[in-house]
Structure formats: structure tokens, C-alpha cells
């Protein structure tokens, strides 16, 4: 076994995949599916969280010399959910591994990001997409099938994607009295250092620095939109792309007694503590034990909400974003904002023959289409540059094998990644220049900071006159829609 990592890193050295970051040397290795790729995986770009740095902020990593980037790193503390919905029980691949009842490997020493770039040796210079994934801030990770971008890079050979792991649930909204108020919502800081990291190093991958867009879903949306607001004067990026998520998704975490944390630290062996020495014990307890402890939780169906997401602390979330927005407390980046036509489905109780479609819209309007109206708005208003809308209404049997789901939330990720056709089946000519399409516009939004659509008529959106709204994959690959009636059921949120 040593032999062989001997050679194997030998012929890496000789190889076109090794790069000099500020942290040492990176070998890589072409992706074995898309051979026009090279991937960098597992890259650190914090140090370990680990003892006294468990809910602490992220410290840059340290020089580590040379590196053999080339597997799949485990994935942040978390855990699985059992309750029955459409991503345990008809589409696993947007869990971690693709798997169902396990989360495959995870740690706490977790903070790392990974590289997808044209193989060429000479490319430079090349658009980057920062990936943030969905999740609720308990779950998720950049080991999800539907979420590998080697396909779309193998397409284009024009552009890069990073996507990274970072803290959540408790590790990364611990909400703990120990804590300084500015120093709970450590996932958010975490993400804001992979995005230091990707400035300071793409360039050695044949990345530009000036052209990094933010790009997310669910959770990693509205985590873009805090960064929006919290690194107005120093954003890093070029432009933002919100899926079915932004600073109107009412997911905060409400507790100013803390009483989440110290309920777990009273279940675990840290009852009855002050507020130092009751962090300093949780600190302590085994990462896996403290996991296993808010799934079995979560699973178990209790009433009384454990909510570990961010929390209002005037550094990375703020009481009032409308009128933070107006008074120019955001950063000036054109944005790309939308939703999906059935982004409510997972969120109504799940029945095999077919959700409430009632409570089903009613969710996809007031959870997601209203809250995206409403981030267009502000941004509108606030002059932050234009601002581009969509809707994607895809129903394919691949992606959606049941005909109830429609375009589900997160339906669109393996449009955009270029994997709808690897499982359940191969994808209809329609989804792949649906596909394509939505590739394309992505990527030129990125490429041009938003001034220049790849779509014939679709203009920036102004709350004047509506402007025009993209549709994709409502039997053909994209058209362009006026969602005033909709709109006008919104109000003031």
C-alpha cells in the first residue's frame, strides 16, 4: 500500500495537475468520467475545527507543503433525515454519496473545498462559479451526485466551479450564552474564508480573481444574500445567483436565551453550568455524540422546535433588510434570482400518491416566490445593479419520477450541473437544450458581471414595467413570461 501512494504520487509529480497555492503545492488529477477535467478535491482552506477552535471562527489553514488532492473529503458534522420525503425516498442523489440512511464519511475536521477546471495546462483567466449548497443549515456537502460539475465543465472548457464544506446545525449556529454575540454564526464565517481562499488561489487554477460569481440554493441563496449585506465594501465577487433562497426566507433561529444549546449541553453532561464552563464542556463531548444527539431529535418528531441556524448579531445578519437595502448597506452586484414553479412540494407532508397541492403552493408562493420577488425589489431599489428573474417549470421523469413533483426544489441542480441524465434513465432532447440553455446564461452572467444575457430578449427586470421573467423547460427550453399575477398576490412582506 505505501508503495503504491508512493508511485501514484510520483507519476502525479510528473503530471500537468500540480499547482502552487499559498498553502503549497496541489496535485490533482483528471476526472475519470469527464477526462477534460481536472479536479482538486479536499483542499483546506481553514485549520481543523477541532477542541478549542469546535464553535470557534475559522483560522486560515496552515501551510501544509504538498498536498494529494484526489479524493472526495468527508463532509461537515450531520445527520440523516428519516422522516419520509421525496430525497430519502425518490431521489437520493442529492444526498451526500447519493446515499439513504447514512451520511457516509463526515468530521469536524471538514473545512475544505474542491476544484473542477478544464484540464488545459494553458487556460487562464477563466470565469469562477462559488458553489453553496442547500440544506437547511443541518445537511449537505460538496459529496453530492447532483451537485458534481465535471459534466457542465467538460461542455464549456471555459469555466471553473468551487464548491466547499462548512459548519452547520449546531457546529455552525450553536447560539451558545458562552459565545460573543458576533461570534455565532460561524458557518456564515466559514464561507466567507473559502471565498478569501478562492480570491487569493484561483488564478494558480486558471481562475480570475474579478470574475468570481456566488452562486447557491435554499440555504446557500440566503447565505449569499446575508454575505450580500454583511461584506457590502469588500464582496470578492462579481455576481450572485439566488435559487429559490434570499434574505426574506424567514429561517432564522430565534432564541436570545439560548436555550437550544443549553438544553443539548443538559442532555450531554454540561447541565447546570455557567455560561464558560458550559461551553468549554460541549467543547469536550464527542463530535459524534453531539450529532447523533440533534438527529435522533430532529427524527423523533418532538413539537418543541431545536433550531440551529443564524441568528441576528449586526455582523453577518441584520433586524431589517429592506431597509438596510435602501440605504445602500448592500453590496452593488447584479444578481440572478428565481425559483421553481413547485419549489413547495417537499415541504408538504409526503404521500407517495401525491402531496396537498394546497399546502403545496402554498409554500412554493409564500416560502419561496414572494420572498424572491421581494430580494428583486430591494435590489431594484437600492441600485445594485441588474437584475435578472426566473422561473424553472421542468417536469422530466428522470429528474422527477413521479408525476406529482413537478419542478420540486432543488429540481433545477442537475439541469444546471449537467447530471440529469445519470440516473433513472436517459434525458429527452428537450431537457438537454433546457439544459444547455440555463448552462449558458449562467455562465455569460458570471463571465460579464450581468451585462450580457446569452438570451435574446431577456432583459434586466425593473419593477416598473416588469421587464421580462425566463421560464425553463415548460416544453421548451426557455421563454420569456410576465409574472405579474403572481406578483400581485405577494403584498408587503
Not at 416560502?367 to 422561473?391: D, E, K, M
Request: proline share 7%.
Amino acid at each position: 500500500m505505501r508503495i503504491t501512494q508512493t508511485i501514484g504520487l510520483a507519476a502525479l509529480l510528473s503530471s500537468n495537475s500540480r499547482y502552487r497555492t499559498a498553502g503549497g503545492l496541489i496535485h490533482g488529477t483528471a476526472n475519470g468520467a469527464n477526462s477534460d477535467v481536472r479536479q482538486f478535491l479536499g483542499i483546506p482552506y481553514a485549520q481543523p475545527p477541532l477542541g478549542a477552535l469546535r464553535f470557534s471562527p475559522p483560522r486560515p489553514a496552515l501551510p501544509f507543503g504538498e498536498l494529494d488532492a484526489k479524493e472526495m473529503p468527508p463532509s461537515c458534522m450531520q445527520f440523516v433525515v428519516t422522516t419520509p420525503n421525496i430525497n430519502n425516498q425518490d431521489v437520493l442523489e442529492l444526498n451526500l454519496g447519493g446515499l439513504n440512511g447514512t451520511t457516509g464519511p463526515i468530521s469536524e475536521d471538514c473545512l475544505t473545498l474542491s476544484i473542477w477546471a478544464p484540464r488545459g495546462r494553458g487556460v487562464k483567466d477563466l470565469p469562477v462559479l462559488v458553489w453553496f449548497y442547500g440544506g437547511g443549515f443541518a445537511t449537505g456537502g460538496t459529496d453530492v451526485p447532483y451537485q458534481n460539475p465535471s459534466q457542465w465543465v467538460q461542455r464549456t472548457q471555459s469555466h471553473i466551479i468551487v464548491a466547499f464544506n462548512q459548519r452547520d446545525n449546531i457546529f455552525g449556529y450553536p447560539n451558545a450564552a458562552g459565545l460573543p454575540d458576533d461570534e455565532q454564526n460561524i458557518g456564515l464565517l466559514d464561507q466567507r474564508l473559502a471565498v478569501e481562499w478562492v480570491r487569493d488561489n484561483i488564478a494558480a487554477f486558471g481562475g480570475d480573481p474579478t470574475r468570481i460569481g456566488l452562486w447557491g440554493h435554499s440555504s446557500g441563496a440566503c447565505c449569499i444574500a446575508y454575505y450580500s449585506f454583511a461584506w457590502k465594501d469588500d464582496p470578492i465577487a462579481n455576481s450572485v445567483i439566488l435559487h429559490s433562497g434570499n434574505e426574506f426566507v424567514d429561517i432564522l433561529n430565534r432564541d436570545p436565551l439560548h436555550s437550544n444549546f443549553t438544553y443539548v449541553a443538559s442532555q450531554l453532561g454540561c447541565g447546570d453550568l455557567g455560561p464558560a464552563e458550559e461551553l468549554s464542556c460541549m467543547r469536550k463531548v464527542d463530535g459524534k455524540v453531539l450529532a447523533d444527539f440533534i438527529g435522533d431529535y430532529y427524527n423523533s418528531g418532538e413539537s418543541t422546535l431545536l433550531a440551529f441556524t443564524p441568528v441576528e448579531d449586526n455582523r453577518t445578519i441584520f433586524p431589517d433588510w429592506t431597509a438596510r437595502a435602501l440605504a445602500g448597506e448592500i453590496a452593488r452586484l447584479p444578481a440572478l434570482i428565481g425559483t421553481t414553479a413547485e419549489d413547495g412540494v417537499p415541504f408538504a407532508p409526503y404521500n407517495p400518491d401525491g402531496v396537498d397541492t394546497d399546502i403545496a403552493d402554498m409554500y412554493t408562493m409564500f416560502l419561496f416566490f414572494c420572498p424572491s420577488f421581494q430580494a428583486a425589489r430591494n435590489r431594484i431599489a437600492a441600485l445594485t445593479g441588474p437584475v435578472y428573474r426566473y422561473i424553472y417549470s421542468g417536469n422530466f421523469t428522470n429528474i422527477s419520477p413521479r408525476s406529482w413533483m413537478g419542478a420540486w426544489h432543488g429540481a433545477e441542480l442537475p439541469m444546471l450541473f449537467g447530471t440529469h441524465p445519470n440516473y433513472r434513465g436517459n434525458s429527452t432532447p428537450l431537457e438537454y437544450e433546457t439544459s444547455h440553455a440555463m448552462q449558458d446564461a449562467w455562465l455569460a452572467f458570471v463571465a460579464t458581471a450581468g451585462r450580457t444575457p446569452s438570451i435574446q430578449g431577456w432583459d434586466a427586470w425593473n419593477e416598473v414595467d416588469g421587464g421580462q421573467v425566463a421560464e425553463f423547460g415548460n416544453d421548451t427550453p426557455v421563454q420569456l413570461i410576465d409574472t405579474a399575477d403572481l406578483e400581485a398576490n405577494c403584498g408587503l412582506i
